[in-house]
């Protein structure tokens, strides 16, 4: 595998906590401890603009597929709604009074997940844009929320050390699965959906059967908090980003590793805190602490 940073897009004067790659192939939005929401050209490797302001640090960031729709998750537990085709703010979703960690879309349901501080996950209409339920899922932060591929179950990382599964049909608790010793920051469903992926402050990897929820491998991946796991659409591997400054990339069917991005290793990578990737392709972007997005062109192995 063959690792080779493309480009580094610099103008966050903060640390940036999030990115979500729009509807629009080539656009990426970043959010952080700055001022307001920016929008990035990744085909020019070049900023375009800050989308709008923004009272309270950015958390989450969620483009739901076929709506022309920007949710952002506020410190303060507001989330803003912009409209592309109105290009403004069109509403504030306000349920939540504690910072928005984590937001999510069930498509085939029209429905909104977002996740607080206060330990409830609030559903809305993306219709409507209207609250429809509150799922009281701790007592405790949620920190993120993982959909399965066929949208039947979701997955919340919790501050408490527990995974909550939920049915997505109706929101009943299906499963609390007990492992990690430190707060869930991460939970991803393999493509296939036939496990699930979680990371912690722990600094370990569990992964989990998804039909019977039995733990089926504990990986000690980094050396700190594990801050993101993301699957690459198509090839067999997963990225990891940690608080320890480094990305690891990691075999889905075989859970090997195969590649650390870190200065250590010779990489012009981050000098702080790794907080989310994201897959454009094969090409794998980091947000960071420093201040910094960085993409990387990522060359796998012919099988």
């Known amino acids: 595998m063959n690792v080779e940073k493309a480009a580094e897009l610099t103008g966050h004067g903060n640390p940036i906590f999030t990115l979500e790659l729009s509807q629009k192939p080539g656009i990426l939005f970043t959010g952080g401890n700055d001022k307001g929401l920016v929008e990035w050209s990744l085909k020019n490797q070049a900023f375009i603009k800050v989308m709008f302001p923004v009272a309270?640090?950015?958390?989450?960031?969620?483009?739901?597929?076929?709506?022309?729709?920007?949710?952002?998750?506020?410190?303060?537990?507001?989330?803003?709604?912009?409209?592309?085709i109105e290009q403004k703010i069109i509403k504030t979703l306000k349920r939540h009074r504690a910072p928005i960690f984590d937001i999510k879309s069930v498509n085939r349901k029209n429905e909104l997940l977002v996740a607080s501080e206060d330990g409830s996950v609030s559903v809305w209409s993306l219709e409507t844009l209207e609250q429809i339920y509150l799922i009281n899922v701790s007592n405790d932060t949620v920190r993120s929320i993982g959909i399965s591929p066929d949208e039947k179950q979701v997955a919340f990382g919790c501050r408490d050390n527990s995974i909550k599964i939920y049915d997505l049909e109706d929101y009943s608790i299906t499963k609390a699965l007990h492992?990690?010793?430190?707060?869930?920051?991460?939970?991803?469903?393999?493509?296939?959906?036939?496990?699930?992926?979680?990371?912690?402050?722990?600094?370990?990897?569990?992964?989990w059967d998804s039909l019977t929820f039995e733990l089926i491998k504990t990986i000690p991946a980094h050396l700190f908090a594990i801050n993101h796991i993301a699957f690459h659409p198509t090839q067999p591997?997963?990225?990891?980003?940690?608080?320890?400054?480094?990305?690891?990339?990691?075999?889905?069917?075989?859970?090997?590793?195969?590649?650390?991005?870190?200065?250590?290793?010779?990489?012009?990578?981050?000098?702080?805190?790794?907080?989310?990737?994201?897959?454009?392709?094969?090409?794998?972007?980091?947000?960071?602490?420093?201040?910094r997005v960085i993409v990387w062109d990522i060359q796998f192995d012919q099988l």
């Open 56 to 84: 309270a640090s950015v958390y989450a960031i969620h483009c739901p597929v076929g709506r022309p729709l920007l949710f952002t998750g506020l410190r303060n537990g507001d989330v803003l709604v912009f409209d592309f």
């Open 237 to 291: 591997y997963f990225a990891t980003a940690s608080m320890d400054k480094s990305i690891k990339i990691w075999g889905s069917d075989d859970f090997k590793l195969y590649k650390i991005i870190s200065r250590e290793k010779g990489f012009a990578s981050h000098q702080l805190s790794i907080n989310k990737l994201a897959w454009n392709g094969d090409q794998l972007i980091s947000v960071s602490d420093d201040k």
């Open 179 to 207: 492992g990690h010793t430190m707060s869930v920051f991460t939970t991803q469903y393999s493509p296939d959906g036939s496990y699930l992926a979680s990371g912690s402050r722990d600094a370990q990897i569990k992964i």
